[in-house]
């Protein structure tokens, strides 16, 4: 997706030689392989550092909430539905931003390409794409591998990779993918209650609560997060199992009908716990019970904030 870098420029410097926007925020290059990070920029000079690879699987729409300028974002699908949320959330509006679209053809998870190529005792000093390949390579070795076995878990069965609200798209779109995106779900959802238990215990014991997780999502916006409160307390502040699997289920009840799958709390997670096994489930009920995905339609009310009288209401018999 290196293409992208090119557009990306050109728009940007239109953008703020035209005084279209007050600010920017877009990607540029990390310090370390496959680590880009995001850049707020400001200046024409700074143009030539925004950078587009497939290691942007920062959720930008995260950088949103309360603003009070004009800015334009780069945004890849799950950021655009993102974007949506925090619209109806009125967290931003539409008008205070430009959107530059980017039809995502899935990002990269770094994590399996170190465990690829440190299994045969490697560093990694670069990595570039070339034609469908991932170009690794170190000291005294050049690897190639294949992009499609290397994507980020949410990014392969992602159904929705184009934008779904731009101003100005940085290349043509892309095929939609046809996927079932709840296989694992289904699995887990078949398990007897006391295996449940296990699975998400099992899931979050290495958990150091550093809340890496939370500060990476769009969603995760109250000014006093329930964790942080201490009056009242109304989780412990241990990493006791009780108290960490306390948090996680308290947060992915706050994000239902909201999550995007973006996946950048799992990208984020410094200990590798598969956190969007939380949120998927709830994403699978609401979509099941409401027919409701998050983000994919503008002025969409979400169903946690509509009632209508054919909802399903077994549960309160
Ligand atoms: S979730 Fe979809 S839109 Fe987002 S980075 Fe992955 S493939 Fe792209
Ligand atoms: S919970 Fe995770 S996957 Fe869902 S929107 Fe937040 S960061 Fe993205
Ligand atoms: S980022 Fe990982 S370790 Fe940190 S609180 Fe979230 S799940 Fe726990």
Not at 33 to 51: D, G, R
Not at 74 to 86: E, F
Not at 252 to 270: I, M, Q
């Amino acid at each position: 997706m290196f293409e992208y870098t090119e557009k990306i420029r050109e728009i940007v410097k239109r953008l703020l030689q035209d005084r279209v926007v007050d600010g920017v925020i877009g990607f540029r290059k990390g310090t370390v392989p496959m680590m880009n990070h995001p850049f707020f920029m400001k200046h024409i000079e700074q143009v030539p550092q925004l950078y587009w690879d497939s290691w942007c699987g920062v959720n930008l729409a995260n950088y949103l909430p309360k603003r009070q300028d004009k800015v334009a974002v780069v945004a890849k699908g799950c950021d655009s539905r993102s974007i949506v949320v925090l619209i109806a959330e009125n967290q931003i509006t539409r008008d205070q931003l430009y959107i530059i679209g980017i039809p995502c053809k899935g990002m990269l998870d770094r994590r399996k390409i170190y465990d690829t190529v440190r299994t045969r005792g490697r560093d990694i000093t670069d990595v570039m794409e070339r034609d469908g390949l991932i170009v690794v390579t170190g000291k005294d070795f050049s690897l190639g591998l294949d992009r499609n076995q290397y994507l980020q878990e949410n990014c392969a069965i992602c159904l929705h990779r184009n934008p779904v609200i731009y101003d100005e798209l940085v290349g043509e779109m892309v095929p939609e993918q046809e996927i079932d995106r709840y296989e694992d779900i289904r699995a887990i959802e078949s398990m007897s209650s006391e295996k449940r238990w296990e699975y998400f215990s099992k899931l979050t014991e290495p958990c150091i609560r550093c809340y890496a997780c939370r500060n990476a999502c769009p969603f995760c916006y109250c000014p006093q997060c329930f964790v942080d409160e201490s009056k009242p307390q109304w989780v412990g502040k241990t990493i006791d199992p009780t108290d960490t699997l306390t948090f996680h289920l308290l947060r992915a009840f706050h994000l239902a009908g909201r999550c995007t799958d973006c996946g950048s709390c799992e990208r984020a997670c410094p200990v590798g716990i598969r956190v969007r096994m939380f949120t998927k489930k709830l994403e699978k009920d609401v979509k099941e019970l409401y027919g409701y995905e998050a983000g994919v339609q503008l002025g969409e009310r979400p169903p946690l904030d509509t009632y209508r009288p054919e909802d399903p209401q077994d549960f309160i018999k």
